[in-house]
Nanobody, 123 residues
């Protein structure tokens, strides 16, 4: 059974950091593309960053480039999202998702999702 479980969210002040984790089970992450998405209240879900089996990364949201880093630990079957210099506009529910083919920032391209972890950044 495919499962994705996010953790690491919380409340921080602007300028702070958080590291999100997405633990996978039922499959091997090194065979898939894993992507972080986020959804703020009243807004559409948007792709943040993706990592492929070769360690290559794509950052879909220009606003996070230089601040967020996606990584994977194949031994732990887990991906991470290191978020630095957080801003109030980063406040959202963060989800991880998987797909077989190329990295995509479109939620409709993904079938398997975690339950999400909330990130709240105060000014």
């Amino acid at each position: 059974q495919v499962q994705l479980v996010e953790s690491g969210g919380g409340s921080v002040q602007a300028g702070g950091s958080l590291r999100l984790s997405c633990a996978a089970s039922g499959f091997t992450i090194s065979n898939y593309r894993l992507t972080w998405f986020r959804q703020a209240p009243g807004k559409e879900r948007e792709g943040v960053a993706c990592i492929n089996p070769f360690g290559g990364t794509n950052y879909f949201a220009d606003s996070v480039k230089g601040r967020f880093t996606i990584s994977a630990d194949n031994a732990k079957n887990t991906i991470y999202l290191q978020m630095n210099s957080l801003k109030p506009e980063d406040t959202a529910m963060y989800y991880c998702a998987r797909r077989s083919n190329f990295c995509s920032g479109r939620p409709s391209d993904y079938n398997n999702w975690g339950q999400g972890t909330q990130v709240t950044v105060s000014s």
